[in-house]
């Protein structure tokens, strides 16, 4: 087999596939180099299985109401062995279906790679030279310095675990964190969530934050902020989980303790200073065009750079722009201003652009509108337990800042607010745009 190549991409995940779409399109000649599953994190371990849980959790959402329809339906009972049977179903053929794709792309290499030289990387004994070097490797969890670390599952296994815990406690609260929790709350386990900073999802709007807590302590989850963790034990065959809080050591016992406490960049074991590429361990420094800074042939993207958000359309987005930049030159920087995400806790918390705090900070002249919709037709029509929004509009240009939505299909309407700031649609007429009537996108004019 060539072991030479145009292009050679480590790790097959949407960040290389975003790469390989781009490069393979162009006629280059691709390696293209998995150790685990072709597809990564998202559709194997991530995004794609943790939806088909949460759609589970909507369907035991809707039971809770169904009352105020006027329907009667006996107490919901959750086969957890038979969710995730589901969930395996739906994924199974993901990996060699993505292999397929990447063989049509480019030669494929099994196991893992680390680098050996500025353009070279070994394989199980192949070495295998590349012009260019995209490092795709994804993220892991966040190793925690914390006495029994060892004892606590991942993501990983709570997608996988066939026996639904009957206790289960978070360690971070975190996007990770708030999602399980609502679902197995839904289920019948009893969650609590151990954050280290003063609020939940730190990064997010402090007020929509504060509206899904409410709502996921609704749901009866134990949630602690500012919380110091300090040992984790076995204690009579379960675990214990000792920790500070308020001035005083705590202890809570559990069935599964649960590493909630972020991700980060996979790249510690490839070797990096064998091909001068300038790192600390974990960040690999990168210019504005996602290019090694110290070895213009390696180029980063996904959830392995850390300059931006662990999102799958990022890492999609990072991993073409890279192919365009190694075909065309050094063109393209990456736009992240109007990236719109979601937290799929039910219902969702979903954002785009800044929070209010930090409009606040940069000094931006802006109209901060927010509303409890519970009360509004659409809300009181689908019964709904939160529907809360917060919208900001710069004064001055008329233009959307953010957008942080609670409930009322957020995660649908958050992307009508990002086209708007995408393109300079300024708000005054996404106001004026008529939208199907009764919707939930109808209530955008309302939102601000
Ligand atoms: C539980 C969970 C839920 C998530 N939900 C969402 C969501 O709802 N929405 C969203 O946008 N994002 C979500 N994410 C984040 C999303 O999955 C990631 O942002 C995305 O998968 C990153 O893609 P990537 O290509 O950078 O990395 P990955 O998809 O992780 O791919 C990296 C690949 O590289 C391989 N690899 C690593 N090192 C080597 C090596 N040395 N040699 C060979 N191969 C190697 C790995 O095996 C892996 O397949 C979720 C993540 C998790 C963990
Ligand atoms: N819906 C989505 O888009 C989605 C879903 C799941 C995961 N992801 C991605 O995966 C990444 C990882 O998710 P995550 O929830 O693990 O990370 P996160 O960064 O969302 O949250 C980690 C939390 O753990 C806290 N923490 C860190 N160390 C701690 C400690 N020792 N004790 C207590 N708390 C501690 C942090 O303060 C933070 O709040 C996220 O960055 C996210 O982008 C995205």
């Known amino acids: ?35 685990r599953d072709f597809g990564g994190t998202c559709p194997n ?34 086969n957890w062995e038979k969710l995730i049977d589901r969930k395996d179903d739906m994924i199974g053929f993901i990996p060699d279906a993505m292999k397929g794709v990447a063989e049509k792309r480019g030669s494929v290499f099994r196991g893992h790679a680390r680098f050996t030289g500025p353009n070279t990387v070994e394989v199980d004994g192949t070495l295998i030279e590349g012009e260019n070097i995209v490092i795709a490797t994804g993220s892991k969890p966040r190793p925690l310095n914390i006495p029994g670390a060892g004892l606590m599952i991942t993501s990983d296994e709570v997608l996988s675990e066939k026996q639904q815990p009957d206790e289960v406690v978070f360690v971070g609260g975190g996007v990770i964190a708030m999602e399980f929790s609502h679902v197995y709350a839904r289920a019948g386990t009893k969650v609590t969530i151990l954050e280290a900073m003063p609020q939940l999802l730190p990064r997010m709007d402090e007020d929509a934050v504060a509206a899904i807590r409410a709502e996921t302590e609704r749901l009866g989850v134990t949630i602690k902020t500012d919380v110091n963790v300090r040992e984790i034990s076995t204690s009579g065959g379960r675990l214990k989980v000792a920790y500070s809080h308020d001035g005083g050591d705590h202890q809570v016992i559990a069935d599964r303790v649960v590493n909630g406490a972020g991700r980060v960049a996979n790249v510690d074991t490839l070797n990096l200073d064998a091909a001068n590429i300038s790192h600390d361990g974990v960040r690999i420094e990168v210019d504005e065009h996602l290019r090694s800074v110290s070895n213009p042939s390696v180029w980063v993207a996904g959830d392995a750079l850390v300059n931006s958000a662990q999102l799958s359309p990022l890492a999609t987005y990072e991993g073409r722009l890279v192919a365009h930049n190694i075909i065309h030159g050094p063109e393209k920087t990456p736009d992240y201003e109007a990236t719109p995400s979601a937290v799929y806790t039910v219902p969702a918390l979903s954002t785009v652009g800044l929070t209010e705090k930090q409009a606040t900070e940069m000094g931006l002249d802006v109209a901060v509108t927010t509303n409890d919709m519970t009360g509004w037709f659409s809300g009181k029509s689908y019964s709904e337990t939160v529907a809360w929004s917060k919208v900001l509009v710069d004064r001055k240009t008329d233009r959307v800042v953010s957008a942080h939505l609670v409930g009322h299909h957020g995660e649908d309407l958050i992307h009508l607010f990002s086209l708007a700031m995408k393109h300079a649609i300024p708000a005054s007429d996404l106001k004026d745009t008529p939208m199907a009537f009764p919707t939930f996108a109808s209530d955008v004019k309302n939102l601000f």
């Open 1 to 35: 087999m060539n072991s030479k190549f145009d292009i050679v991409i480590i790790g097959g995940g949407n960040a290389g596939f975003g790469v390989s779409a781009v490069v393979s399109e162009a006629g280059k000649s691709i390696a293209f180099i998995e150790e």
């Open 45 to 78: 371990r991530g995004c794609t299985p943790k939806k088909v849980l949460v759609a589970a959790a909507h369907s035991l959402h809707e039971i809770e109401l169904a009352h105020t329809h006027g329907i009667d339906v006996g107490k919901p009972k959750l």
